[in-house]
């Protein structure tokens, strides 16, 4: 089981790392790779959706590095990886390779990115979803940054990144919390941990979780997140990166649930992105900033139904939203690639020149709008539902988005198939040289998340919705009921037929996305910016005085130190050598007047003694008795004397 999970994860990591490496040398075969590696991950994400795989290395004590596929992540690995495939099928064909040269790196870093993705969908444990988190949100700003060449495409990853960044912070702030308090790291363990510690590490999650979302206050990321190539928008704002945001909120809805103020917030945060992030896709001139507010709005719904506890309906709309996502993101870069712009007075037209690409585009905006039978309409209306049970206040702030959801795809439908005007050429390669042309290869992968966007809304309808409630054990979420989806498709076939006969009011004062981006520069980055320079003007007028002035001390010292050795030390030394030097002179005068002197008087006495002492050895024997007789009168008076 373990070998099933290694291979979801490996085989896009090593391909993708080995794309990276071989820079020019794999450009021809990196599309081929990549395509071919996420073929292999799709196959592999539904076996593993079967077979349930799992496994948990030991990681720090109390928290193990765990992965698994359970119910949630066997219905959302293969979409992500559907998605994966045919971004990268369209990235392949030949009218988007100046937006994706060179292919090595680019195909290396969507790899790596969808390995990050595949281990946060089948994370089980906060350090697991903590290293697939980092990964992924490294990747997004290699890719979103791409093109480097151009300044503002580096600084607007850089933003995204940044952004996201600190918002991730929460997911360390959690884990921390949840070792503390000591129920383990796992996804499971955390709804027991102590009250106190529950919160902290709930608030943490939500956090980091709504930034990646794209969710207020963190939204305007996702504006400047557009500069990027379209296929890395297409993956990374539809099933991958931003989608993760509500993911990560599904998987802890436990968590929500058992935390009493979390429920509300989340609710309420992810509503009221909906409506303001839809007044903010209302007011876009371009075709990308309008599907990136309307991508924010869309996964307020998700968010919603994470707070609501509608895991079901919130899992529905997530799967739903990334067929629909995805395919209007890339009909927006095949149009960007054909005609040079994504300005939507420069697309005016533009579905009748390419009526089959027009058609998919249609086919995604009403199912944006919630138009009957399409996907969102179901699923959104799932998440609804368990909104007017829990609170009308809730469910009428949704229909109100709801509403501005048609409005705002009515507007870019509309204009897509209005008539060009005479000066309408005038309008096109504003942004790069079109090429005036959509190729077979870019427009077959656009069919595929067409059927999706239509066909997707069938999770969220009865019976089947009673199917998935079950299958993700979510017994709490209502099913819209008959009346409430009857009530959705009229107010967007409504919305729609007043945008097309009368137009829409697009609201300047939201072009700017409320002017989310300069709110923080004031309230976040200038006090920061700020307080960094005051920080560094103490450390040069305070800190480094002060090191300057010990180092000015510590010197005179020195010099002090330096004098008393040469006057003092130096003097002594030398005195003792002197006194050393005359010393010796005189132990040698001793020694050479005295000592040897007597060592020679000594050594004479001796010899003549010697001398003395050889005379009576005459030989003779007489001689030797007069001597004995001599010694014994010499001991008998001796011994006379002693007594």
């Known amino acids: 089981m373990s070998v099933l999970l290694w291979s979801l994860v490996g085989l896009p990591a090593l391909a993708g790392a080995a794309l990276c490496l071989g820079g020019r040398r794999l450009a021809t075969s990196a599309a081929p790779v990549s395509v071919s590696v996420v073929s292999l991950v799709l196959v592999l994400s539904v076996v593993a959706g079967v077979r349930r795989p799992a496994l948990e290395l030991p990681f720090i004590g109390g928290a193990g590095f765990g992965l698994a596929v359970d119910a949630l992540s066997a219905l959302v690995l293969p979409s992500v990886a559907l998605v994966a495939l045919l971004v990268l099928l369209f990235a392949s064909a030949s009218g988007a390779a100046a937006e994706v040269s060179p292919p090595a790196r680019f195909h290396g870093l969507m790899l790596l990115f969808v390995a990050a993705v595949v281990v946060t ?66 996804f499971r363990e955390l709804p027991a941990a102590p009250e106190g510690w529950r919160t902290v590490i709930t608030a943490g999650i939500l956090v980091a979780a709504l930034g990646k979302a794209a969710q207020l206050p963190f939204s305007f990321w996702l504006s400047r997140a557009m500069a990027g190539p379209s296929p890395v928008s297409a993956l990374l704002h539809s099933a991958a990166m931003v989608a993760m945001g509500g993911y990560l909120l599904l998987r802890v809805a436990p968590l929500i649930q058992a935390t009493a103020w979390a429920g509300p917030v989340t609710s309420w945060v992810g509503v009221s992105t909906a409506l303001v992030l839809g007044v903010v896709a209302v007011a876009q001139k371009d075709l990308k900033q309008l599907l990136a507010a309307s991508t924010a709005a869309q996964l307020g719904f998700v968010v919603l139904g994470a707070g609501l506890g509608a895991v079901a309906g919130g899992t529905a709309h997530l799967i739903a939203h990334a067929a629909t996502k995805a395919l209007l993101f890339l009909v927006a870069g095949a149009w960007l690639s054909a005609l040079g712009t994504k300005k939507l007075r420069g697309l005016r037209g533009a579905g009748r020149h390419w009526p089959l690409v027009g058609g998919a585009f249609t086919l995604g905006a009403l199912g944006l709008a919630g138009v009957a039978p399409l996907a969102l309409w179901a699923t959104k209306d799932g998440v609804l539902a368990a909104a007017l049970e829990a609170s009308p206040a809730l469910y009428g702030v949704g229909l109100v988005a709801s509403a501005l959801s048609a409005a705002y795809a009515g507007k870019a439908l509309v204009l897509v198939w209005r008539r060009p005007g005479p000066g309408t050429s005038g309008t096109w390669d504003t942004e790069e040289q079109g090429t005036r042309r959509i190729g077979p290869w870019q427009q077959l992968p656009l069919l595929v998340l067409a059927a999706g966007a239509v066909g997707l809304g069938v999770l969220a309808l009865p019976p089947l919705a009673d199917s998935v409630r079950a299958f993700l054990g979510d017994g709490g979420s209502p099913a819209a009921s008959r009346g ?33 981006e300069h709110a923080v520069h004031v ?4 006090p ?47 005195a003792a050598s002197r006194g050393g030097l005359r010393t010796a002179a005189a132990t040698a005068r001793i020694d050479a007047d005295g000592v040897d002197a007597v060592v020679r008087a000594t050594g004479r006495g001796a010899r003549r003694f010697g001398g003395l002492v050889r005379r009576p050895q005459t030989g003779q024997v007489h001689h030797y008795y007069a001597q004995a007789t001599a010694f014994l009168v010499a001991a008998l008076v001796l011994l006379l004397l002693v007594r």
């Open 121 to 186: 969908v089948t994370a089980t444990t906060l350090p697991a979803l903590l290293f697939a988190w980092e990964v992924m949100g490294a990747m997004s700003y290699a890719l979103v940054g791409f093109r480097w060449q151009d300044q503002h495409r580096v600084s607007a990853g850089l933003t995204a990144f940044l952004t996201t960044r600190a918002a991730d912070l929460g997911l360390y702030v959690a884990a921390g919390a949840a070792l503390a308090a000591g129920t383990g790291a796992a």
């Open 484 to 516: 409430e989806l009857i009530l959705s498709a009229v107010l967007a076939l409504s919305v729609l037929v007043v945008v097309a006969r009368l137009g829409v009011v697009e609201p300047r004062w939201a072009l700017r996305w409320f002017g989310l």
């Open 523 to 526: 309230l976040v980055v200038r």
């Open 528 to 574: 920061v910016f700020a307080l960094s320079v005051a920080l560094a003007r103490f450390d040069d007028h305070v800190v480094d005085r002060g090191v300057l002035a010990g180092a000015f001390l510590a010197a005179r010292a020195g010099r002090g130190a330096a004098r008393l050795d040469d006057s003092g030390l130096d003097r002594a030394v030398t």
